[in-house]
């Protein structure tokens, strides 16, 4: 098992992948180091308090706006939105959005639909904000305020320490809008939280060689993790072509876990804090059924370890960076790889 | 094959999933008669214009809201957001509600969650609509405005008579807050769609034996009938204990579109509308790739025919009733019996 983990520790050393997952830490700290210009850049912009805030994403760029989508509602006490691009793309829809703040998120920043999003709620009275790679690309040229990822080029086709920077702003949005449910020194700490994960391939091994032979995947997570669960299946999917799904605890009761069999792989998240108790009750229910349940979490005999320290609102980006290491070392033990997978480029080009 | 299908025909008389499929025609008639008056219920409590809308559902009833989601943004010209109830329940948000209308919808009225985060919306401002069959429940009895599904009891576990009245309440309230995208004979003509989809049993039958062999089904639309393939989704997991996963064509595109092997069949849904050519072009990239897909829309060599007169903002309600099928078939076809899936109830008590 040693020489296992081994060989494939040199293997994830040759991916493109893995080379961008290793300078999450370095991203984070850079963007948490810029996090009062930052604050300046939106509270000069923004209507304040504003009136609701919508966001637009798709794929990876969606999970981190579904996480800034709990995150800003509890933050700011006002609604938050998660855009329907196509009432606006392709209905044409007239929709009153005055005094609202509008958050694009897109890594290129080259996605046309994103962008004629953000233009129209710009037109219907939003303040736009775009979270891109490149201030002068479509995206960040039509933008009120743009906060760039700051992560470099990222060259793999599954996107990582984009991801992890967009989560990262939205953290940031956050505490620019109120009383965030951390400290100062919880941010500064992210970088150092997310290398640990990295450090520690070997349980990830582990638990790729358990999902490897899993019809599907289900992962699970509630609550300010829940966006965690969602970008993990979509990694798995994109990585290793396995059919994974993320889904809230609750929602998994309401339907999904009828389908959950003893082939089906659960891959559960869990911090500490007030989610804790649900997402822990399901895993027991599914282990009393003889599902295989894989958790990530903080107690000493979780398969997947996460740093306990993080609080439960910011344990979505060390729980990505987990779900990253996990897809890849299922890739590579399914002989693909990650770096190109079938059927997809770097930008999507939905309109 | 010919008897094959008369085979399965005469064990789908026996089912109560079946029976209750059946009385959809009567349930939509009866609802749609009873329109004037849901409308003038919602017109004597409702702020005008309200400032946005929030729906609140978990499993099949927040795929009826997703429907409504789409729909009520549309009409009303306000924004509408689908609630993270965890926010409420777990986290304590407070969040401003004031002017807003919120809508709950839960079959049995009974699970604790819906009901407690309707209450927490109505402390924060909002006017509370129950979508409910029971309106003495604990959720009925919290609401301002209660619009009964009318359907009468279900007792079949995947629900599907209740989740059609669902979505007619929401064409109701669409109606009711502005100029629905309909004439008011097109409502009328809903009951006969849906018993001319039920009445061809035998393209449902065909396309469960295409899919029976996939590795997992993802069900594809768009916009106004994107509520329509995480329903069908839903309803194959429930029933037939698949892998299904409903997707929007265009986050389809954005990286799970990888995971669609050989192995895997795509039920592409479609309604002549602004989405039409967006999912069609979807449907034709996949065949080029060799993936099995089986496609319901309204042209002649459609796999799942549905009746083309129906306007798109009303489509998805005769294809979830092919959905509902479809996820029928392929349950008897796997020898399993759709009225009791594995691990699940009728009531989930979600807190």
Chains 1, 2 share one sequence.
Not at 325 to 339: I, K
Request: aromatic share 4%; proline share 6%.
């Amino acid at each position: 098992l040693i020489f296992e983990a081994r060989g494939n520790l040199r293997h994830m050393a040759d991916t493109q992948m893995a080379a961008e997952m290793r300078e999450q830490p370095a991203v984070i700290a850079a963007l948490v180091e810029r996090r009062r210009q930052a604050a300046e850049a939106l509270r000069g912009a923004l209507p304040s308090p504003p009136a609701g805030t919508i966001l637009i994403g798709r794929g990876s760029s969606d999970n981190a706006a579904i996480y800034g989508r709990y995150l800003i509602e509890l933050v700011s006490g006002r609604p938050v939105v998660l855009a329907a691009p196509s009432l606006l793309t392709l209905y044409g829809a007239k929709v009153d959005y005055r005094g609202w703040l509008a958050v694009a998120v897109s890594q290129s920043g080259r996605t046309p639909e994103i962008a004629t999003v953000l233009e129209r709620l710009q037109e219907a009275g939003a303040c736009g904000v775009a979270l891109t790679s490149d201030a002068e690309s479509p995206l960040g040229a039509r933008a009120d305020v743009v906060l760039e990822l700051a992560a470099g080029e990222e060259k793999a086709v599954p996107a990582t320490k984009t991801v992890t920077a967009e989560l990262v702003l939205f953290a940031l949005i956050a505490s620019a809008l109120g009383d965030a449910p951390w400290a100062e020194g919880d941010l500064e700490r992210l970088p150092e939280a997310v290398a640990w994960v990295l450090a520690d391939e070997d349980r990830a091994q582990a638990a790729a060689a358990r999902l490897a032979g899993a019809s599907g995947i289900a992962c699970v997570a509630r609550g300010l993790l829940y966006a965690a669960a969602l970008e993990t299946a979509l990694k798995i999917k994109e990585t290793a072509l396995v059919l994974a799904e993320g889904y809230s605890g609750a929602d998994f009761r309401h339907g999904p876990i009828a389908a959950a069999t003893r082939e089906v792989g659960v891959l559960a998240m869990l911090a500490p804090g007030p989610a804790y108790a649900d997402t822990q009750e399901l895993v027991a229910l599914l282990r009393e059924r003889g599902v295989q349940v894989t958790q990530a979490g903080p107690a000493a005999d979780d398969e997947l370890p996460l740093p306990g320290h993080v609080p439960e609102a910011l344990a979505a980006i060390p729980a990505v960076v987990r779900g990253q290491q996990v897809a890849h070392a299922l890739a590579q033990r399914l002989g693909l790889d990650p770096d190109a997978p079938a059927g997809l480029s770097k930008v999507t080009a939905t309109t």
